[in-house]
């Protein structure tokens, strides 16, 4: 998968996951929704460094 698609993959998770946060009505929920959150804006951040690194520039990011 190219690195952009990644990153465009990651963005959707985080969405997801928060949109999980907004809508949470118990304690597990919240915190898995956490988890997955935490785990996106690694990933995001990592993706982030390794395009910033292969010298990557895309509108919108």
Do not use: C, H, P, S
């Not at 963005?11 to 949470?24: D, I, T, V, Y």
């Not at 996106?40 to 690194?53: H, I, S, T």
């Amino acid at each position: 998968m190219e690195l952009l698609q990644r990153i465009r993959a990651v963005e959707e998770e985080l969405k997801a996951a928060e949109e999980r946060l907004n809508f949470a009505t118990n304690q597990l929920d919240i915190d898995l929704a956490v988890i997955d959150i935490d785990a996106a804006e690694r990933k995001r951040n990592l993706l982030y460094k390794l395009a910033k690194k292969e010298g990557v520039v895309a509108n919108g990011f």
